[in-house]
Each structure stands twice: as structure tokens, then as C-alpha cells.
């Protein structure tokens, strides 16, 4: 029996009938309750509704992104749609560019800043301890692809033109009110307003012989910095001054060569908010993660105390393990014992290095996902099975406040239950999508730590249906009460995978699911 589509119509009654007009920051007004509660036992099948269909894809494509830790919305367009093109939507995309446009310092349009990704897996913390782990390697296969813009006007005999700056150049056409411009020397284009003798190439090599624009780059006081920290990078790497350290092994990724991508990349990198919080005097760093190669799967911000501590990186760093301690540097070590750095090194020192694999770091982070599941192994009994992402920043250093903050683990008889709080639900959009996330994710941590699964169960601080959505509310009860319910369909995982992190699309399918037909609404900004 399905008895989710049972309890879901009957909230949505209950608000209808019982629901309290609020106000909200959309503006758009709300049908408001305060904790109500759904459970589920999942041995009896998959909870997804099936009186409306739920888009599985986007389900399953951003709770991967939320495991990876990412916090560039462009990553789950990836994972989505297997492109980071900008014309392929996401479910994050509208708040993502709502506030590019309200926060261009802190916020480029596509990343989402300290949310899920960045609390499950990178919950920045003062540095304790350390942690072996593998040097990060990247895979440099960046293209450049320059696609020719549509154009409403073609020029059929087009005329080539030269410019000391840019070289030759033809203007094609025009995309509304702007021409289309080729360049001949890069084979790229550009939509401009008017055609003037200082015309650039934004993909001509401007910096060092190999840093290009590749693009239009919104000035303020986050761009004007990381520009100057880009030149840096490139001046060190390909043209170092005598004073700069020795950069003889260190590269630059393609993609970064252009200013435009390091930008984008930039904001979405861990530690990011951290460099605008420190008024941009944390430091963009490789060295953590034991890598040779300035990219955005190796690079990540810190400050200049942590950066400092790691005496360069690479083979460079040490941890010094003395009286139980852990120490970062040499000198750190002596002044505790009450010595000078120079002095002889106690018997029961344990110093490790770096290997050509995998490096010792302090542990600057904690990555909340890899706790659960080792606790979930080694302790099953433990109260402390929680992940929390409550950001109390609010909107300050996120595009959104947290709408599901905490979710918390328990087992029992060899099953796996979990139940998720939220603070904030759309009881139309976003409560059927986050059942349907929870649920997988308790199938995931379930088989990686060897458990049945139990009961997953949701609780609603303020569960609302919002104005606009209230015919298609009606709409949903009355397929209901027609009978157009159906069976739970089957949650399908590739039984070999026993890390949470192995886990990729097509490990995930959803088998058997029938349902009554779309219900759309939009969603609230």
C-alpha cells in the first residue's frame, strides 16, 4: 500500500483547511503550519509521489553534488546534463543568479557559497591534529571551443579588418543589436556594441605570453583582486623574477590561462567566503593538497597562518608527533619543550613526511559525511549520528538560509533509519524532491555500512504551500481522491560500491515508477 501519496494529501489538506496566511521574503505569501511529521518504512518501497511525478534525475544529481562537497552550481549542471554550459539549467540556478545580480562581491551567478556541499564535507575549523591523504592530482584536458554565435543578421560579403590589437577581424553579422566579430588569430568570437579601433581578442595571450581573458569579466573589488592574483600566479610559474621562490615543477591547468574561468572558479572554491571575510588576505594555495598544478580540483584558500605552516608544501612539510602532541613545525615542537629550534630533537620523536602518494596536513576541516559513516561502523549505538549544515550567517556568505539544516541517523536490529528536519519547506516543490533525496541517501549510507534500511522520517518546522500553488494543490488532492495513485517503485544501487564517494549517476536507478502526470509551479526567489 502506498501510504506516502496518503499522508502528503492529507498534510496538504490540513494546510488548506488549517494553514495560517504568513508573509515571506518572496513576497509571494503562504499557507503556513508548524511541525508536522511524515514516516516512512522503506522495505516497503521507494517514497516518491506518485499523485504528481518527481523528477528523479535532478534527485539524484544534486544529492551527488552535495557528496562531493562542491559549491559551484555549474558542477551539478554537470552531473545533471554531463555540460557545465550555461544554458543548461539547474534546480539552483535561479537563486544561484538572483544573487549574482544582489551580491557580485561575494557571489558570481553560479556559485551557492557555504551551503550542503561545503557543511557536509568541508566544515572549515581551527587547525587540530592531521590527517594522511592522497596528493590531488587533475586532469588537464581543458579545450577551448569557440562556437559561432547566432545571429539574426548575416552580412553576405563581410569585410576583414585589422587592428594592432587584436589583428585581423571580420564582422559576420548581428545578434540583435550587436555585431558578431571573428578574430583570425584565435579563431574566437565576441558580441559587441560598436565597432571601435581598440577592439580586443579576449582569447589573445595578453600575460606572459599565455594568459588570455577569455571573456568578459565584471569589474569589482573581488575580480580587480583575483585578477592580480592571477597575473601573480602566472608571472611565478612562467616568467619568475629572481626574488620569487623556484616554481621550476609547478603548472598552471588550461583552464586556468584564462582569467574569466580562474574567476569563475574562484568563487566557488573552498575557503572562498573566508578570503572576502579576511578583506582578501587568506591566500589561494596548491601546497594543502600536495598538488604540482594551479586548478580548481587543487587549489583552495587559507589563511596566511596556515598557508605560513606549511613551509611550502610538497616535500617541504613535516608533522612533528612528541609527549602526545602534534606539532607543525620544528620550532612549534622545541618552544613547547622549552627550547630553541636549533636544539637536539627528543628520543621519542615521530616525524612524518611527505611521500610521493600521499602528505600529512593539519586537519583544517571536518568532513561531517566520512564521520557518519566510520561512527556508523565502529559505533552503531552512537547518539551523535548527525550532520548538521545550519549556517547562522544566513544569506550573508550563502545564497540561501538552510532549508533542511539537520539530519540525523539510527540503528537498530541491522536497519538504517534516518530522519531530516527542516526549518523552511515548500510543501508542493520541495517536500516531495527532499523525501525522495532523504531516501536515497539512506539506500547509500545503508549499503556502504552494511545495513537493511529502516524508517526514514520527516519533520517540518514551517511547512507552507505558497499562494501560487494552491490550484495545483487542489489539483494533486483531487487525482487522490480519482484513484490515480500507484505502487512504489524500487530503488536500484550497484551493489559493488562500499564508499560513499564512488557512487556515480548511472550507480542509481529507479525501477517501476508510475505516476499520475506533471504538476508545475514556480518556484518562489
Known amino acids: 500500500m502506498n501510504n506516502l501519496d496518503h499522508q502528503y494529501i492529507n498534510l496538504c489538506k490540513k494546510i488548506l483547511n488549517e494553514g495560517v496566511t504568513k508573509t515571506d521574503r518572496t513576497g509571494t505569501g503562504t499557507l503556513s503550519l508548524f511541525a508536522e511529521e511524515i514516516r516512512h518504512d522503506l522495505s516497503k518501497g521507494f517514497p516518491i509521489l506518485t499523485t504528481k511525478s518527481v523528477h528523479f534525475k535532478s534527485v539524484v544529481g544534486e544529492l551527488l553534488w552535495f557528496i562531493s562537497g562542491s559549491s559551484n552550481e555549474r558542477d551539478l549542471a554537470e552531473i545533471t546534463h554531463g555540460t557545465r554550459g550555461v544554458e543548461n539549467k539547474t534546480i539552483w540556478s535561479p537563486n544561484a543568479i538572483d544573487m549574482g545580480r544582489k551580491n557580485p562581491e561575494r557571489f558570481n551567478g553560479f556559485n551557492v557559497g557555504n551551503m550542503y556541499g561545503a557543511f557536509w564535507r568541508y566544515s572549515l575549523c581551527n587547525p587540530h591534529s592531521y590527517q594522511t591523504i592522497p596528493r590531488r592530482t587533475y586532469v588537464d584536458d581543458y579545450v577551448i571551443i569557440h562556437e559561432k554565435p547566432s545571429m539574426n543578421k548575416v552580412y553576405p560579403n563581410p569585410i576583414v579588418r585589422k587592428s594592432v590589437q587584436c589583428g585581423n577581424f571580420t564582422t559576420l553579422g548581428k545578434q540583435g543589436d550587436k555585431f558578431v566579430v571573428m578574430f583570425h588569430d584565435t579563431g574566437s568570437y565576441r558580441l559587441i556594441n560598436t565597432i571601435t579601433k581598440g577592439l580586443k581578442d579576449l582569447f589573445k595571450p595578453s600575460v606572459e605570453g599565455v594568459g588570455y581573458v577569455g571573456g568578459d569579466v565584471v569589474r569589482n573589488s573581488t575580480t580587480i583582486k583575483l585578477r592580480r592574483i592571477w597575473q601573480d600566479i602566472l608571472i611565478r610559474v612562467y616568467n619568475p623574477r629572481d626574488n620569487h621562490t623556484n616554481y621550476e615543477d609547478v603548472k598552471v591547468c588550461s583552464r586556468w590561462l584564462s582569467l574569466s574561468n580562474f574567476i569563475e572558479d574562484c568563487y566557488g572554491l573552498l575557503g572562498f567566503q573566508e578570503f572576502i571575510d579576511s578583506n582578501y588576505q587568506w591566500q589561494l594555495?596548491?601546497?594543502?593538497?600536495?598538488?604540482?598544478?594551479?586548478?580548481?580540483?587543487?587549489?583552495?584558500?587559507?589563511?596566511?597562518?596556515?598557508?605560513?605552516?606549511?613551509?611550502?608544501?610538497?616535500?617541504?612539510?613535516?608533522?612533528?608527533?612528541?609527549?602526545?602532541?602534534?606539532?607543525?613545525?620544528?620550532?612549534?615542537?622545541?618552544?613547547?619543550?622549552?627550547?630553541?629550534?636549533?636544539?637536539?630533537?627528543?628520543?621519542?620523536?615521530?616525524?612524518?613526511?611527505?611521500?610521493?602518494?600521499?602528505?600529512?596536513?593539519?586537519?583544517?576541516?571536518?568532513?561531517?559525511?566520512?564521520?557518519?559513516?566510520?561512527?556508523?561502523?565502529?559505533?552503531?549505538?552512537?547518539?551523535?549520528?548527525?550532520?548538521?549544515?545550519?549556517?547562522?550567517?544566513?544569506?550573508?556568505?550563502?545564497?540561501?538560509?538552510?532549508?533542511?539544516?539537520?539530519?540525523?541517523?539510527?540503528?537498530?536490529?541491522?536497519?538504517?533509519?534516518?530522519?531530516?528536519?527542516?526549518?523552511?519547506?515548500?510543501?508542493?516543490?520541495?517536500?516531495?524532491?527532499?523525501?525522495?533525496?532523504?531516501?536515497?541517501?539512506?539506500?547509500?549510507?545503508?549499503?556502504?555500512?552494511?545495513?537493511?534500511?529502516?524508517?526514514?522520517?520527516?519533520?517540518?518546522?514551517?511547512?507552507?504551500?505558497?499562494?501560487?500553488?494552491?490550484?495545483?494543490?487542489?489539483?494533486?488532492?483531487?487525482?487522490?481522491?480519482?484513484?490515480?495513485?500507484?505502487?512504489?517503485?524500487?530503488?536500484?544501487?550497484?551493489?559493488?560500491?562500499?564508499?560513499?564517494?564512488?557512487?556515480?549517476?548511472?550507480?542509481?536507478?529507479?525501477?517501476?515508477?508510475?505516476?499520475?502526470?506533471?504538476?508545475?509551479?514556480?518556484?518562489?526567489?
Open 285 to 525: 594555495d596548491k601546497n594543502y593538497w600536495g598538488s604540482s598544478i594551479y586548478s580548481p580540483k587543487t587549489c583552495l584558500f587559507l589563511s596566511p597562518e596556515i598557508n605560513k605552516m606549511l613551509n611550502g608544501g610538497g616535500e617541504g612539510f613535516t608533522v612533528y608527533k612528541h609527549d602526545s602532541k602534534v606539532f607543525y613545525s620544528r620550532r612549534a615542537m622545541q618552544e613547547y619543550r622549552g627550547y630553541t629550534r636549533a636544539a637536539y630533537l627528543p628520543d621519542d620523536l615521530d616525524m612524518l613526511k611527505d611521500t610521493e602518494t600521499h602528505i600529512n596536513r593539519p586537519i583544517i576541516y571536518i568532513d561531517q559525511i566520512a564521520s557518519l559513516v566510520k561512527e556508523i561502523k565502529t559505533n552503531p549505538d552512537s547518539r551523535r549520528l548527525v550532520v548538521s549544515a545550519w549556517n547562522d550567517r544566513g544569506t550573508e556568505n550563502a545564497i540561501l538560509s538552510m532549508c533542511h539544516p539537520m539530519f540525523q541517523c539510527y540503528v537498530n536490529d541491522g536497519k538504517l533509519s534516518l530522519m531530516f528536519n527542516m526549518r523552511s519547506c515548500d510543501v508542493f516543490l520541495g517536500l516531495p524532491f527532499n523525501i525522495a533525496s532523504y531516501a536515497l541517501l539512506t539506500h547509500m549510507l545503508a549499503q556502504v555500512t552494511n545495513l537493511e534500511v529502516g524508517e526514514l522520517i520527516w519533520r517540518g518546522g514551517d511547512a507552507h504551500i505558497y499562494q501560487n500553488h494552491i490550484e495545483q494543490v487542489k489539483t494533486q488532492i483531487q487525482r487522490y481522491k480519482d484513484g490515480e495513485v500507484y505502487d512504489f517503485p524500487s530503488i536500484g544501487l550497484d551493489s559493488l560500491i562500499k564508499d560513499i564517494d564512488d557512487f556515480d549517476f548511472d550507480d542509481i536507478t529507479l525501477i517501476d515508477y508510475k505516476h499520475a502526470g506533471k504538476l508545475t509551479g514556480k518556484m518562489a526567489v
